[in-house]
């Protein structure tokens, strides 16, 4: 992170307007509790995510509900909540470098059996939107869901997608960018060892809910780091924890720009306006 | 929004590799769907097998992503000269102004299938030569199809079940639009795996035949594999009268049910509204539909519920799902090109296999081609999780 200006490959930049954060990851249980963590004023000690409960969703597709689902919808709903929105007006951005480990594991473990006879929720808990059917089905949102991959640069992709939408469109979106772990032995070729999710309500224009501006731009420049080691180690496990500098850089309450990992050969430069919540 | 020009396109599928033998079976009302001999799969249903891709070889630099799914984008990619405009778009526009956006449902899971046969009997360990982030990651296709042309843009895999790669069409234009980028490639690859097959087959929803959309004894889908590809430009000041332009994309969510459609296609006609809103057009400028008529009983009749709201029941509409099996995450991708294909040459093609179509559907289902000038075209994409998509073609004059 750094106060100084940095020199960008691709000369667009694209501006948003940050109105809810959620966050949930190892010791990350909501974003106000969070915030001292990542700036330091409380050391960090990872301790495993805990995830609550799906209570939104009916009770059916609550039964069904795998981590990823869970972890997914209650970080959206905390964004919307903090940034006073309708959940069902919001248009979605999901993204995830991986889908729910278990069942993939579980799958491919039946397939390879002499019982191929997967199970019809199996099935449709394997597609990569299953967690944006499952949070649209509990917020009633009818409104377009964008659902990402992009392996590790999953949360710059996802960033992209929804600073295009709030420009482009000029319309208010929640990205949600989340990751679980791999049971063996998949977790042996792909080492995301738990859960983490950070949701963001991005709007065109300031409103009394703004916490930030911030304003995008392609980079070659090198990604920022976490100073904690224990934040630094969760950052480069988790994909979704790549977005971890954003975060602490808007808890900091001061402009800074952040530079955030993105793919092998480009990288995403982030300017970081703090703006004072207007009283109500 | 602005039109957007499909400057270049090709498409493989059952149906034929490249557009000329793709146009050749569409004439001929030829289906590619043959009884299932995939794998050690023993299910009794029909599939859209590409068998090119087993004779492709991956280039020595990008054989960690040696998996089918890559090798029938290779292959894909390769047709029409595909490979040959993305690199004068290169030369054009520089490699860091082109994007990639793929999509696909599985990617290279059937990597994985085959290596959980290999799992080591003591430890339970993958097998050392399976390479999880090139080929099973859903990532995978949007990767190597960035890293064979050596482009540096942003790139992305789209992934919402069968909407996946009409999806890359409105994170394209999106992106077209910011000014990040200058043209986009986009598309879709989805190839044949036992997670499908065992997948839909435990819904109850593979058909014991070859798919028979809109059909009053349709029974299911036929699960098939393409890839399809575009290269998406801003419109140029002269363009050929017969140039394809991008007009309209609508998306919607159902917030329903994860593997059943709305019941009334309430999202699906959202998602046509959306696309007819953005083109500026109205109902009645649309000359043909390709449905997304997947055989399957919900879905054509909660997609005929949304048509008809939308269109009435006038507008000559066919699913090409009959010739090509429902590429899943390629469908949407595939479906774009035989709509260009359609403008281009005046051909509304005959749904495939359908004998008898179901009265209580009212939709003007063509059982025979139709050849006559069209100038606009609707294509639908629905997916699992209640993902809609639409996209308006129409010909530059």
Redesign the interface.
Known sequence: MSESSINNSNPVTLSAYIEGIGLIGPSFNDWPSSQPLLTGKQPYQPSKTVLPPPLLLPAAERRRSSDIIKLSLAIMVEAMNAAEVDAASLPSVFTLSNGDGYNCHAINAMLASDDRQISPTRFHNSVHNAAAGYCSIATGAMTPSSVLCAHDASFGAGLLEAMSQVNVDQTRCVLVATDTNYPEPMYSVRKIYDSLGIALVLAPEPSPQTLAKITLSITDAVADQLPDAALEAIRLSIPAARGLPLLAAIALGKPVSVVLDYLDDSRLALTVEPIERQPC | MKPLLLSHFTVTSAIGCGVQQTLASMREQRSGLTPCNFDTVDLPTFIGGVSAVDTIQMPDRLADFDCRNNRLAQLGLEQDGFADAVKAAVAKYGA??IGVFMGT?TSG?LQ??LA??R?DPVT???PSD?V??KTQ????V??FTRQYFGL?G????????CSSSA?VF??A???I????IDAAVVGGVDTLC??TL??????GLLSTQACRPFDIGRDGISVGEAAAFALLERVPDNSASDAVLLLGIG?????????SPHPEG??AR?AMEGALKMAGLEARDIDYINLHGTATQSNDAAESKAVNAVFGNKTPSSSTKGGTGHTLGAAGGVEAVISALALQHGLMPAGLNTRELDPALGVNYLLENREQKISRVLSNSF?????NCSLVFGRAN
Not at chain 2, 198 to 203: I, P, R, T, W
């Open positions: 860091s102004r449902s899971i994985t299938e959980y046969r799992l339970g360990a993958l399976f999880y982030d990651n859903t990532f995978s949007a990767d540096k942003p790139a992305v895999a789209i992934s919402s079940a999806k409105g994170s234009r999106r992106m639009e910011t000014g990040l036992l997670t065992y997948g839909f087959n435990s819904l998306e919607s969510s159902d917030a329903y049910h994860m593997s309430l999202g959202m997916g699992f999780g209640g993902t």
